[in-house]
Structure formats: structure tokens, C-alpha cells
């Protein structure tokens, strides 16, 4: 789960990191009331979507003056912003963060992830912060220093130590900022982030360290155990389909291609999307019924994916175990025919009842197209589709 910026500061207050002042606003009178608030001659109006690369693509402004402010919010609230993490189709803007502005004299990289092929948390950092740190990764790596962190002895003094002196901190601020670094990893750890990104950490020309920008994800599987975070949730920045799915109790993602597949099982469905791709084909969503779907849920499955316009050919591919070929076969069927699916519907029908699901598909003299195996369930789809 992703949350906004204005929102990962008050998570860095709570933890005592320092950020500069400001506060949210959903119109263009709190913009105006906030602004006014702050009292500083300078001020930043930021747009806050769940996204990356603001600034360059125009939902970050400066305003020298009230008048500015005025203007900035009345363009950017309601707005459409697309960023190269949006893709084509933005985001819209529904808050702004309103902002006192500070003397930078230096910017660093600070973020912690998680590492999924060695099980353990990652800190990283870098002197070359800000907007063009993702061109610092391509093409010197080495400039961004990494330090794994062991699950059991948690972030060490010593990796504090060899954080801070990487960031090269002058030395009137290296406590201060060696403590930065503890609490960040606090707040990473104890509320479950899967990503925690400060971009920039700033020095001042006062010699103060400030958060100036914080991007978080959190574990959505860890939600039950943190209603705090969950508080934070914006549905407006998040895919409905993917809302709506979640209502149903299925998993789902949506995807770039135009072939939909509904599966049940994560691992049958990654197999499922590789060997569309195997046939030159590309899938438009990860869909996982789960192992004890009903026929309803089979139903309001196909229809969250049948309204994808991307769509152009469906591949059901189901090993039933708990879950009955018949049952899915009814469920298909009768999506089938309440949806009028009118585009190519391949389906591959594996394990308990599977011959009783079978005849159900037969006979209900809908166009639908069987397959024998996975392979030929892919590659059915990848042809018919085409």
C-alpha cells in the first residue's frame, strides 16, 4: 500500500526525523489558509498522487506570493499528472502539500528496501540525491552505497557509521544525522515498509538536516496489524478494478497486455502469464480466484476483467483441488452468458470433476474453446487473440 507524501511525514515526525513545515490541502481555500499559516516568503506547492517523478513533470511549484499560490492550486487540483510511474494514463490530483521552502546547500539519497533474493533489508545511500538519482543508478552504480541488513542483529552501529560517512556529512552534523539514520530504519521496521525512500535529504545552510521528500510502501499483507497505516489509504489513487476485486476476495493486477487470464493459485498464474509471453503473447491482468472459489466468484471475476477495453481474448486456466472443475465451469458459463462475451474464450480445465466440467462447458452450446493441456490452452489464446 502507497501513501502520500504529506502522509510519510507525519510518520517521520512521529519518529522525530525533521521535515519542513507544512500541511495538506483538499481545495483551493485551505491552500490559500495554509499558505497563510506558514507566513514564510517562499513556499512550495506540491501535487500528491502516489507516484514518483513530480517535479518533472510539473506538480511541483515555487510561489513567491500568495497570488502564486492561488494559481498553482486552481491548476493543479483536479488535474490529471502523469509521471514515468503513472504510465499513460495519470493520476489525478485531489491534495496539495503547501510547504515553507529551505536554503539547500547539499542533497543526499536515503532509502531502505527490501531484497528479495537474500531475504533482508537493504539501506541505502548516496551524496547525489534528488530528481535525477535514478540516472545516478543506471549509469554509476557505485556512487550509491549499499549495506544488507541481518534480520536478527537489526541495523548495527558500526552500519550506521559506514552510512554516515558515506553521506561524507560535515562533522558538526554526522551525530545528528547518524541518528536520522536509526530512526529511519525504527519507523521502516516497525510499521512494516516494504520501501522507505527520502529523495532528497537535505543540509541546510543552516547546517540542519531535513527530510525533504519521502516516498513509503507498505506490506498490505501486515495491514491487520498496523490500522495506523491503513488509516492513510487514499482508494482514488488505486486501480478500481483492483478495489473492487479485493471486495471479492481475489487478487488482482492489472497489466499491460490484451490477453486476460483468470487462474487459480499465484503460482499457477505466474506460470500462466510466462508461457503466454513463451508464445508471444502478453497478458492484461494477474487474476487468482484462489484454491475455494464459488461460481459467483468465478462470475464477478470475468466481469472486473471483461471490462478492461485492453482485453481482447480470455484464458481460464484452472487445476482444481479443493476447488471443482464443475463449479467453474457453471461459473463460467453463466458470466458467459450474462456478460455476452463476444471475444475469444479459451478455457483448460485440470483435476477434480474435471470431465463433469467439461460437459457442462460442452453443452452449454456457448463459443467457447477447450484446451488439453496448459500449452495448448496459451497457445490457443495467443492465436485466436492475434
Avoid: W
Avoid at 548516496?126 to 549495506?147: F, L, Y
Avoid at 495491514?223 to 478500481?240: K, Q, S, T, W
Wanted: glycine share 10%; charged share 25%; with cysteine.
Amino acid at each position: 500500500m502507497n501513501i502520500h507524501e504529506y502522509q510519510g511525514k507525519q510518520l517521520l515526525r512521529d519518529y522525530g526525523v525533521p521535515v519542513p513545515k507544512g500541511r495538506v490541502a483538499f481545495t483551493v481555500e485551505e491552500a490559500l489558509h495554509t499558505s497563510q499559516r506558514l507566513g514564510s516568503m517562499v513556499q512550495v506547492v506540491k501535487a500528491q498522487i502516489h507516484a514518483g517523478g513530480r517535479g518533472k513533470a510539473g506538480g511541483v511549484k515555487i510561489a513567491y506570493s500568495l497570488d502564486e499560490v492561488r494559481g498553482y492550486a486552481e491548476s493543479l487540483l483536479g488535474a490529471i499528472l502523469t509521471t514515468h510511474q503513472t504510465g499513460n494514463q495519470g493520476q489525478k490530483v485531489s491534495r496539495l502539500l503547501i510547504e515553507e521552502v529551505c536554503a539547500i546547500k547539499e542533497e543526499y539519497y536515503v532509502g531502505l528496501v527490501l531484497d528479495r533474493k537474500t531475504g533482508q533489508s537493504v539501506f541505502m545511500v548516496s551524496r547525489e540525491g534528488g530528481m535525477d538519482i535514478e540516472s545516478v543508478a543506471a549509469t554509476h552504480p557505485e556512487r550509491i552505497i549499499k549495506v544488507p541488513i541481518q534480520p536478527n542483529l537489526g541495523l548495527t552501529t558500526f552500519q550506521v557509521r559506514v552510512l554516515a560517512k558515506a553521506l561524507e556529512l560535515p562533522d558538526e552534523t554526522l551525530a545528528e544525522g547518524m541518528e536520522i539514520l536509526r530512526k529511519l530504519y525504527d519507523l521502516y521496521v516497525d510499521n512494516d515498509c516494504i520501501i522507505l525512500e527520502i529523495n532528497p535529504l537535505v543540509l541546510t545552510e543552516e547546517h540542519k538536516l531535513l527530510a525533504l521528500d519521502v516516498k513509503m510502501n507498505f506490506d498490505g499483507n501486515a495491514l491487520y496489524r498496523n490500522p495506523h497505516i491503513l488509516a492513510y489509504r487514499d482508494v482514488a489513487g488505486e486501480d478500481h478494478r483492483e478495489i473492487e476485486a479485493e471486495e471479492h476476495g481475489l487478487s488482482y493486477v492489472a497489466l499491460e497486455g490484451d490477453i486476460a487470464c483468470m487462474v487459480n493459485g499465484a503460482g499457477l498464474a505466474m506460470a500462466t502469464m510466462d508461457i503466454l509471453k513463451h508464445y508471444g503473447g502478453c497478458p492484461a491482468n494477474f487474476l487468482d480466484v484462489g484454491g475455494s472459489a464459488t461460481a459467483e466468484k468465478v462470475k464477478e471475476a470475468l466481469k472486473i476483467i471483461c471490462r478492461d477495453s485492453k482485453v481482447k481474448g480470455l484464458f481460464i486456466n484452472i487445476f482444481g483441488g479443493i476447488m471443482k472443475c464443475d463449479v467453474i465451469a457453471k461459473g463460467v458459463v453463466a458470466a458467459a452468458e450474462e456478460l455476452k462475451i463476444d471475444m475469444p474464450l479459451i478455457v483448460r480445465l485440470e483435476g477434480t470433476n474435471v470431465d463433469k466440467g467439461k460437459r457442462i462447458l460442452k453443452q452449454s452450446m456457448l463459443n467457447i474453446i477447450t484446451a488439453d493441456s496448459l500449452a495448448d490452452g496459451a497457445y490457443k489464446a495467443v492465436a485466436l487473440t492475434r
